[in-house]
């Protein structure tokens, strides 16, 4: 079993940063790919970044791009995402995922096998 833990969210005014850490333990872990999804209120579960673990090719949905940016760090199983220039409309719950099928579809949040518990960013005007 692999566990996930989100650390790094809170208050933060808009134009600021926050960086999410995503520490992975447990079995030993080797996903295809590392992905940050984000809940609106009173919406579903949405893609919002995705790492490969082996070559680190990223991938960012649209309303992200240029503003944050996802790394990782095999060698102690964490996944960042750092996030830059905030904006209101960023407040969220942020989860963690890993995907360790290999399934192709790294923006699916159902391909996901495994989740954190999400962490509040909430970005204030």
């Known amino acids: 079993q692999v566990q996930l833990v989100e650390s790094g969210g809170g208050l933060v005014q808009a134009g600021g940063s926050l960086r999410l850490a995503c520490a992975a333990s447990?079995?030993?872990?080797?996903?295809?790919?590392m992905g940050w999804f984000r809940q609106f209120p009173g919406k579903e579960r949405e893609f919002a970044a995705v790492?490969?673990?082996?070559?680190?090719?990223?991938t960012y949905t649209d309303s992200v791009k240029g503003r944050f940016t996802i790394s990782r760090d095999n060698a102690k199983n964490t996944v960042v995402l750092q996030m830059n220039s905030l904006k209101p409309e960023d407040t969220a719950v942020y989860y963690c995922?890993?995907?360790?099928?290999?399934?192709?579809?790294?923006?699916?949040?159902?391909?996901?096998?495994?989740w954190g518990q999400g962490t509040q960013v909430t970005v204030s005007s």
């Open positions: 995922a890993a995907e360790v099928r290999g399934s192709g579809y790294y923006t699916r949040p159902h391909e996901y096998d495994y």
């Open positions: 447990g079995r030993t872990f080797s996903p295809y790919a």
């Open positions: 790492i490969m673990w082996s070559g680190g090719t990223t």
